[in-house]
């Protein structure tokens, strides 16, 4: 069975720091994606990883993925109070899967 | 562009009432659609997946049901609530391009159904 962690889950920082959220998970990856929710909210897409050491990056959020460590990060740059969110890592097994199993999530709080 | 809805937005109903959330998407055909809970505080469990009309899968035994009765819609229902079946119900949709090595997995979520079963 996939097993897709995030650390830490609660993340509280203050504005204008680095810091960088990490998904493991169990099983050899097709691709990995990143989503955002806000509270009582839905999920956004932010990014699409699909291949080992693809980078992508949006504004202060960038996102790395390593297949053979099994390991993503998404860092933060110069946290501004608007990233305040909960962050999702999801994995995709294989082919026609169609299914992503989606991790604990990474509740982050900017503090001014 | 695509476009997903749900609704309603948010519900309140007895336990042992029946339930029905609709789920649609415009602007694409052929999608997978998908059923998610979220309970509060906590990730995504998913509940069904379709790849195509009348064809469902089932994540987690429940009482809980799911149709696909046209290509765009997805209809989430219970016959008898629980308390349990309270949270945050999303739909979401993904669609393959013709050649997978250009396209992507990405599901797109709606705006969520709100249940509070009392």
């Known amino acids: 069975e996939l097993k897709v962690e995030q650390n830490p889950l609660f993340l509280s920082m203050q504005e204008g720091k680095n810091y960088t959220i990490y998904c493991n998970y169990s099983?050899?990856?097709?691709?990995l994606y990143w989503y955002r929710q806000d509270p009582g909210k839905s999920l956004e897409s932010l990014f699409v990883?699909?291949?080992?050491?693809a980078v992508k990056q949006e504004g202060r959020l960038m996102a790395s993925l390593d297949t053979k460590a099994r390991l993503s990060t998404l860092h933060i740059t110069a946290a501004v109070h608007d990233l305040s969110a909960t962050y999702f890592c999801?994995?995709?097994?294989?082919?026609?899967?169609?299914?992503?199993?989606f991790g604990t999530g990474t509740r982050l709080t900017i503090i001014p | 562009s695509q476009t997903i809805h749900q609704w309603p937005a948010t519900l309140v109903q007895p336990v042992g009432s029946p339930l029905s959330l609709e789920c649609t998407v415009e602007?694409?055909?052929?999608?997978?659609l998908y059923w998610y809970r979220q309970a509060a505080g906590r990730g995504l469990q998913l509940l069904f997946y379709?790849?195509?009309?009348?064809?469902i899968s089932s994540e987690v035994p429940q009482n809980l049901s799911a149709s696909r009765p046209q290509d765009r819609q997805f209809i989430l229902s219970s016959k008898k609530l629980l308390l349990s079946d309270s949270g945050f119900y999303l739909c979401?949709?993904?669609?393959?391009?013709?050649?997978?090595?250009?396209?992507?997995?990405?599901?797109?979520f709606g705006p969520g159904t709100r249940l509070t079963v009392l």
């Open positions: 979401a949709w993904s669609g393959l391009a013709g050649d997978r090595a250009l396209s992507t997995d990405t599901q797109y």
């Open positions: 099983t050899t990856s097709d691709r």
């Open positions: 990883l699909l291949s080992n050491g």
């Open positions: 999801a994995v995709e097994i294989d082919f026609g899967n169609e299914k992503l199993t």
């Open positions: 602007g694409t055909s052929n999608p997978n």
């Open positions: 379709s790849v195509g009309i009348g064809q």
